[in-house]
């Protein structure tokens, strides 16, 4: 079992950005590919960034590339998000999830076990 906490979220006007973090609660972390997702109201989960156990290789939706980067410290067991250049349609909530079945996986099917989310909004 992986319990993933996010952290990060808030308020923000368009432009500026945010950094989201994910603390996973196991010992095993640097074994799983992880990636964010974020559910926007009245919209389906939609897949944002992953990453690979090294952290080698890294995948992106094309509405956020270049302007997101995903990054993760296995030494402390977190995953990142640095958000740049927000605009208001990345408001949402992320989450961020863990696999050990797939790799650079952007179906949210594919992925195990998720966090409680964290609210991102961004003003216009």
């Known amino acids: 079992q992986v319990h993933l906490v996010e952290s990060g979220g808030g308020l923000v006007q368009a432009g500026g950005s945010l950094r989201l973090s994910c603390a996973a609660s196991?010992?095993?972390?640097?074994?799983?590919?992880m990636g964010w997702f974020r559910q926007a109201p009245g919209k389906e989960r939609e897949f944002v960034a992953t990453?690979?156990?090294?952290?080698?290789?890294?995948r992106y939706a094309d509405s956020v590339k270049g302007r997101f980067t995903i990054s993760r410290d296995n030494g402390k067991n977190t995953v990142y998000l640095q958000m740049n250049s927000l605009k208001p349609e990345d408001t949402a909530v992320y989450y961020c999830?863990?696999?050990?079945?797939?790799?650079?996986?952007?179906?949210?099917?594919?992925?195990?076990?998720w966090g409680q989310g964290t609210q991102v909004t961004v003003s216009s």
């Open positions: 990453i690979t156990w090294t952290g080698g290789s890294t």
């Open positions: 999830a863990a696999t050990f079945r797939g790799y650079l996986v952007s179906d949210p099917i594919q992925y195990d076990y």
């Open positions: 196991t010992r095993t972390f640097g074994n799983y590919n």
